[in-house]
């Protein structure tokens, strides 16, 4: 069976981008955000392209691009744009999906739906990132509690950042979910880097098994 997973996040900023890059590249696959809220500066797929080391054209354009950087109903409504949830099909590949959605589960697309709505639907697994600094526990368990209340298949943590013995261990055993692995803050961070700490932080194995 073709992988095909959505990387989420706790909350926004934690590098849940750097993470999609480097899973996309480590399995070779595409990448593809559905939406993007900001268009100043380098965008999510633009990071993405620069760091997964993937050949052209693996990088898939967006279904809605966003000029804010804004939460997506928001910024939608900004530009003028109905945001459509019958727009956010994902793409069916012969090769590996790494798809990655907002900043937090609960981001409304529009005035009606959230980006977890959308995840009920595809009943892809999901990766949840979480950074591994104060407050984590909270957002990360809250957001495992969200996914599991609509079945949502979850295929683990991944965190980032230092490490946090404690903090991990809680997170892992609470809410009853494998940890995946560690990606820590690199320096500098190209292609290379990534990839190196990528097959340093994760067991390929473990992260195919929640498809």
Not at 19 to 25: D, Q
Not at 150 to 155: C, E, G, N
Request: hydrophobic share 45%.
């Amino acid at each position: 069976m073709i992988m095909r997973i959505v990387i989420t996040g706790t909350d926004t900023g934690i590098g849940k981008t750097v993470f999609a890059a480097g899973l996309a590249g480590l399995i070779d696959g595409f990448y593809w955000k559905p939406v993007q809220s900001g268009l100043d500066g380098e965008t999510d797929s633009e990071v993405v392209a620069r760091l997964a080391g993937l050949p052209p054209g693996r990088v898939l354009p967006e279904a809605y691009r966003l000029k804010s950087p804004l939460s997506p109903h928001h910024s939608a409504e900004i530009d003028g744009v109905a945001i459509k949830a019958a727009d956010l099909t994902f793409p069916v590949l012969p090769t590996p999906l790494v798809i990655e959605g907002p900043g937090g589960l609960m981001v409304p697309l529009n005035r009606r739906t959230r980006f977890i709505d959308i995840f009920a639907e595809w009943r892809l697994p999901v990766i949840l990132c979480a950074r591994t600094t104060l407050g984590t526990i909270n957002h990360t368990l809250l957001s495992i509690e969200a996914l599991r209340a609509r079945s949502i298949p979850l295929a683990g943590i991944a965190f980032i950042g230092d490490e946090m013995a404690d903090t991990q261990r809680t997170i892992v055993e609470m809410g009853g979910v494998p940890q995946l692995g560690r990606l820590p803050h690199i320096d500098p961070l190209t292609d290379k880097t990534l990839r190196a700490a990528m097959i340093a932080g994760f067991a390929f194995a473990s992260i195919a098994g929640g498809e």
